[in-house]
């Protein structure tokens, strides 16, 4: 073993012989291995990041599974209430895994100011809405108070006070079309709180206030909501979850989770584990073609270093292993890079959002990053793995050497 090691030390790498044939190309394989390694980190870190961030969204402003009546369960208002008092609510003890429900009632209207008009959703939420869902989405004032008396609190987002010439503290005027279609009741509002969430969608429609205004326009009871929003403990679990929800439920309400009703979101969010894929197969793949021509240029320089063993009785596998543990090092500088390199990148964005995205096409302002310690495990042993497991083909001309025809190689 110590001749082994000395002999993997000193003969063989590249470090002790930077005039051979074999340096450049070993420092082109150790960038290789580490350039494909930061390309891996960067691709699933950002891919996962931004799909959490997209269901974060659309669960803030959704829930993860909606109930309502059949007639609303593909409407973004509600047009006939239900009652709050169901045997699931305020506790759904039927169902593990539930986090939270709360009841709400939207209702379609248009703010009209002195430079403008836009037609909203007003989304009317209790007491029991869940308030820390929005915190992290507000950049001005305050979150509307639900738990007190009937107020004009609403929230609005930024998208929608650009648009309309609206500030902080600012009164405006909503209009909402009666229920038969004929004239229109007006209400006041007064805007405590503005978030931006990123996501246009959104952005461009919901207005937060509380639910009594929905109830008293639609002219319904205090009992009477348009849905309740269903949190779960966790997302990967949302459609066995909204199964057993419909199950539960009586035969008047329907249940939805948000993955259906906003499935060409998530189905444009598949798209991003066939692309880390792909990126993953290629840089693996470059990673280890770059190691193969390495080790194979190693073991053609040393040819009569080979034939010399072999004559002083090391055997095939011994000397294999001298040039795999040479490889295992090489690959290993080239890992130690790359991920000092691609965590600090990841770091750089996280802290100081250097790449902007265009959130009409991706949802969000800020290309998110989740550095998931796990995976990034995962990769570089997967890495090491796969590169080692390929080596031993090539490893595989030591054996052809013989000792009479390598002592006379040039």
Avoid at 140 to 150: A, D, I, Q, S
Avoid at 208 to 235: M, T, Y
Wanted: positive net charge.
């Amino acid at each position: 073993m110590k001749l082994e090691y000395f002999i993997t030390k000193r003969l063989i790498t590249a470090k002790d012989h930077k005039s051979s044939i074999s340096a450049p190309i070993i420092k082109i394989a150790i960038t290789a291995i580490a350039l494909g390694m930061i390309m891996m980190i960067v691709s699933i870190s950002t891919g996962i990041g931004l799909q959490q961030k997209i269901r974060q969204k659309v669960s803030a402003f959704n829930g993860h599974i909606i109930i309502s009546g059949y007639n609303d369960n593909n409407s973004d208002v509600s047009t006939r209430p239900i009652s709050i008092y169901q045997n699931f609510f305020p506790n759904f003890k039927t169902v593990d895994g539930i986090q939270h429900i709360q009841a709400v009632a939207s209702k379609g209207g248009m703010i009209r100011t002195e430079s403008a008009f836009e037609g909203i959703i007003f989304k009317g939420v209790g007491k029991e809405y869940q308030t820390n869902n929005l915190k992290e989405y507000l950049v001005e004032g305050r979150l509307p108070n639900f738990k007190t008396n009937l107020n004009e609190e609403t929230l609005i987002s930024q998208y929608l006070c650009n648009r309309l010439g609206l500030k902080l503290g600012d009164k405006f005027v909503t209009y909402f079309m009666k229920e038969d279609s004929e004239g229109y009741n007006l209400r006041n509002f007064k805007i405590v709180g503005i978030y931006n969430s990123g996501f246009q969608e959104f952005d461009a429609n919901y207005v937060i206030g509380d639910i009594r205004h929905v109830q008293r326009i639609n002219k319904w009871k205090s009992d009477q909501i348009g849905s309740f929003e269903v949190f779960v403990d966790d997302f990967t679990e949302i459609e066995s979850k909204g199964q057993q929800i419909y199950q539960e439920t009586s035969s008047t309400l329907d249940s939805q989770t948000i993955v259906e009703k906003f499935y060409y979101i998530f189905e444009w969010l598949k798209l991003f584990d066939f692309n880390i894929l792909v990126i993953l197969i290629v840089m693996i793949a470059v990673s280890t073609i770059n190691m193969v021509v390495a080790l194979l240029v190693l073991i053609l320089e040393r040819t009569q270093m080979i034939g010399i063993l072999k004559s002083l009785g090391a055997n095939n596998w011994s000397i294999r292993k001298m040039f795999l543990y040479n490889a295992a090092y090489l690959i290993g500088r080239g890992l130690l890079w790359g991920n000092v390199i691609g965590i600090g990148l990841l770091l750089l964005q996280k802290y100081f959002s250097i790449i902007k995205l265009n959130p009409e096409s991706y949802y969000v302002n800020v290309a998110p990053v989740d550095i998931n310690l796990f995976y990034i495990l995962l990769l570089n042993i997967g890495t090491v793995a796969i590169c080692l497991l390929v080596l031993l083909i090539p490893s595989f001309i030591i054996t052809k050497i013989t000792p009479s025809k390598s002592i006379r190689f040039e």
